[in-house]
Every structure is written in structure tokens, then in C-alpha cells.
């Protein structure tokens, strides 16, 4: 019998969760419908009850945290960020998880960077205060650079850090503030410099790439983004932002049906699902 599972959004033309999900279900040999619902804020409640007759949903802007109404508890990973992005449903059941942060640290520990060391974090909106947090939980000797009109942001990223730990080593600049003697076992781009159409940019000068062990760049289009592409270049090891995407899906079947998967079947999706932004979505 076929299990029902969707990805809830409100504009997901763009979405890659179908062609994820789809291989991930394959590899195991799962019937599975997977769906795309469009649903806007103000109809989120209306649709509440078929999402959670679905055994599982993945969920993306801008329902992450209105959907928390509607299900009847939180994982520790959605109560850290009060953010959910998968929801398991067994026996009628729901409860929330926030798997970002599983496709983070996968994608940390599956390119061979460090965690615990000296982590250079540009930008901590969104995905990047996810990052910030995981990092400095991690151990990291956190260094945030964001554009002056972050700067609150930063700060509050910061505060609610040292809430969780209150020994965290964190340093904020601005990106203009870099220092480029400085040596870093991870450099994260987690800001939109480099993201197509405006592929020619860059988010840090050269120096500072220089003095990093590994790049990961939360960018997936393009799949090799200036940054990357300089990286590489210097021998770098550098992994783009679909690796996060597919480690995330990863976790949600884990959660789902207790699946585990090979970096190397996990490598494979990867491989393809940029194939398919370049031929699908430009």
C-alpha cells in the first residue's frame, strides 16, 4: 500500500524535495505517493487536518513555525530552533523535527572538515543562525562576518548561543573586517553572494580563502559557485549546498522508516540532483 508524503510550501516551483525524496524511496524499494502542496499562510489551518492524515510531510517557507499549531509535539531539534521542516506521523501521532541541522553536520562530517576548530561563518540569517548555533554546540571557535545591517542580527544570534552555552568562543566582524591572517579549518558561506544569476561574485577576497582547510558553500545554483570554483583551485576540499538539501532528506527517512543510507548511494543523488538544477532550473 502506498504511503502518502508531501512537501508544504507556499511558491515551490524551484522545489528539489520531489526528485530527492523519489530516489531515497527507490533505493529502498517503498510504495510512496509524494506530492507538492501550495498552500498560502491564511489557508494553512484549512489544509491541517489532510497533511496530518499523510504519513510523513516536509515543510519549507513560510509554514515552518505556524505549523507547530497543528501537530502534537516537538523533537528537541524543532524546540532548539522553534522551526520545523519534517514532520513524522505514527499512529496518529505528529511530531515535528527540524532535520537542517542534521543535513549541516552530514555534510560537515561526510567532505572530512572540523567542526571543533577555528569556523569562519559569513552571514547568520536563516540558514546561517542554524549554522552559527550547530557550530558553537559543536565546539566550534566561532567567527561570524555579516554586512553592518546584520549587525543586530548577529548580536542576537549571539545572545541566544550563549543561552545554550554559555562558554561558546564567538567573534563577530564585519566582512570588510575579515582577518586575513588568520587560519580557519572551515570557511561556511551561509549569505546569497554568488547565487545565480549574479554568479560572478564572491563573498570573501582570496587571502581569506587561503588560509581555510575546507569550503562549504550553502549555495546550490550554481552547483560550482565562484567561491567553490576559487577553492578547488587552491586544493581546497569544497562541497556545495545540494549535499545539505539531500543530507536533511536523509534524516527525514531515517525519522520516517528508520532507512539508512551509504555516503556513497547519498553521493550519487547529489551528483544528480545537480544535474538536474542545471538543466531545469535556470
Not at 125 to 140: D, H, K, Q, V
Not at 247 to 276: C, F, L, P
Request: glycine share 6%; aromatic share 6%; with cysteine.
Amino acid at each position: 500500500m502506498k504511503r502518502k508524503y508531501c512537501i508544504l510550501g507556499e511558491t515551490l516551483k524551484h522545489t528539489m524535495s520531489p526528485p530527492i525524496h523519489k530516489r531515497l524511496f527507490e533505493l529502498k524499494n517503498r510504495e510512496f505517493e509524494y506530492k507538492v502542496m501550495e498552500i498560502s499562510p491564511e489557508n494553512l489551518k484549512a489544509n491541517a487536518e489532510e497533511l496530518n492524515s499523510m504519513a510523513g510531510y516536509n515543510i519549507t517557507i513560510p509554514h515552518k513555525v505556524a505549523i507547530i499549531d497543528y501537530i502534537d509535539r516537538l523533537d528537541e531539534s524543532a524546540k532548539r530552533y522553534n522551526s520545523v521542516n519534517c514532520v513524522d506521523n505514527k499512529n496518529g501521532v505528529t511530531t515535528g523535527y527540524n532535520t537542517d541541522c542534521d543535513g549541516f553536520l552530514e555534510t560537515v562530517r561526510s567532505m572530512g572538515a572540523k567542526l571543533s576548530g577555528e569556523v569562519l561563518l559569513i552571514g547568520c540569517g536563516g540558514a546561517g543562525r542554524m549554522i552559527a548555533i550547530e557550530s558553537a554546540l559543536a565546539g566550534a571557535k566561532l567567527n561570524i562576518a555579516v554586512l553592518e545591517s546584520d549587525m543586530p542580527l548577529a548580536l542576537q544570534v549571539e545572545k541566544e548561543i550563549r543561552s545554550k552555552k554559555t562558554d561558546a568562543e564567538i567573534n563577530i566582524v564585519l566582512n570588510t573586517q575579515i582577518e586575513t591572517n588568520k587560519s580557519y579549518d572551515l570557511l561556511v558561506n551561509a549569505c546569497p553572494v554568488g547565487m545565480y544569476p549574479k554568479v560572478e561574485a564572491c563573498p570573501v577576497p582570496d587571502e581569506v580563502i587561503e588560509k581555510c582547510d575546507a569550503v562549504f558553500d550553502i549555495i546550490y545554483n550554481p552547483e560550482e559557485t565562484l567561491l567553490l570554483k576559487k577553492a578547488r583551485e587552491m586544493g581546497k576540499k569544497a562541497v556545495g549546498g545540494m549535499a545539505m538539501l539531500v543530507w536533511q532528506a536523509v534524516s527525514a527517512h531515517r525519522i520516517w522508516d528508520g532507512d539508512e543510507y551509504t555516503i556513497d548511494e547519498v553521493n550519487d543523488i547529489i551528483k544528480e540532483m545537480n544535474e538536474t538544477v542545471k538543466k531545469d532550473f535556470k
